[in-house]
């Protein structure tokens, strides 16, 4: 059988030799796997295409797609995907090893007891920042309260996908790829494989807490439109209450005559229901800019090279 290892990098020249050194020793404690390494070079600016192609010219099972420019870990791992697609397993690792490269071996045992899909969790993630783990948890519990099928916690990108798994990821036609919940709307047999997420090795993460923001709105808008949902609701709710008060207001004025008075409460409700349009407008608009990027039509990235590739 054989395993494709599909790594995602961008500017990770100090943490491969790490990588390769470890994928090797894994290696050798299954002699009996046939592995091939791919590499997707997602715009790399620094010396990363140079090490990964000075290791293929020797190695031919080093297999590398290099990207035009970076086009972000999802399309990176889309273009792996499609490239990997005739292995019988593929197994999806970030550079920095912080998905430990030994995941391989429970992953593959599972795959031998018929799993289609194993996921490695994160059972331990006391390395991660306080501040990490806690946005992380809010974003899981609201993706899941939205979502049609939730996404089990803290499970990442690292995972192994049968080939009829892979197929299913590559047939879905999205431009926006959040391929978490790809991954987990496909279902098949599933199996979770817990592990203590590791430190970075070396090396610098690319993600930003403005990007991972913004990974979890394309996320959330990806999966779920009750956000669009809840509004209409929210409009029933308020006009329901706004009814209920103009005839308090009306009652107000012919029993008792009062004069017509509330500057301030007047002012209040402008301004709040002004900011709730807005906010109902960005939802809109959110979805409309999804809609918008898809019927563009656009690739989701582009070849530069390819190393190795049939
Ligand atoms: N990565 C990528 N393109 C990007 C950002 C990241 O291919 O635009 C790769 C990166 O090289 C690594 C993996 O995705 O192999 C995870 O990235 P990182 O470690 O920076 O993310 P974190 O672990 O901090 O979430
Ligand atoms: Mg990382």
Do not use: H
Not at 157 to 172: E, G, I, T
Request: hydrophobic share 45%; aromatic share 14%.
């Amino acid at each position: 059988m054989k395993t494709a290892l599909l790594v995602p990098v961008y500017n990770e020249q100090e943490v491969l030799p790490f990588l390769w050194e470890q994928l090797q020793s894994v290696r050798k404690s299954l002699p009996q796997e046939t592995f091939e390494y791919l590499f997707v070079n997602d715009g790399s600016t620094d010396g990363t295409l140079a090490l990964l192609k000075q290791w293929a010219a020797e190695n031919s099972s080093i297999k590398i797609i290099s990207l035009s420019r970076n086009f972000g870990k999802e399309a990176a791992l889309t273009a792996g995907l499609y490239e990997a697609a005739k292995a019988d397993a593929v197994i999806i690792l970030d550079a920095d090893l912080q998905d430990p490269p030994e995941l391989i071996i429970p992953f593959l045992q599972k795959y031998r007891e018929g799993f289609d899909v194993v996921y490695g969790q994160r059972s331990d993630r006391r390395r991660d920042s306080f501040f990490k783990r806690f946005t992380a948890r809010c974003f899981y519990k609201l993706y899941n309260a939205l979502a049609v099928r939730p996404l089990p916690e803290n499970a990442g990108d690292c995972r192994l996908l049968s080939r009829r798994a892979v197929q299913a990821v590559l047939s879905l036609p999205e431009r926006e790829r959040f391929m978490k919940g790809l991954f987990n709307w496909i279902g098949f047999r599933t199996a979770a494989v817990p592990f203590a997420r590791q430190k970075r090795k070396a090396g610098k993460t690319k993600w930003n807490y403005w990007r991972l923001w913004n990974f979890a709105l394309e996320g959330l808008t990806a999966s779920s439109t009750l956000p669009l949902r809840l509004w209409t609701y929210f409009g029933f709710i308020v006009s329901g209450f706004a009814f209920l008060y103009a005839l308090w207001i009306a009652a107000q004025k012919i029993f008792w005559g009062n004069p017509v008075s509330g500057y301030a409460s007047l002012m209040v409700t402008v301004l709040f229901f002004s900011g709730v349009q807005l906010i109902s407008l960005g939802v809109i608009g959110e979805y409309l800019g999804r809609v918008f990027i898809e019927t563009k039509q656009r690739p989701l990235y582009l070849i530069d090279e390819k190393t190795n590739c049939d």
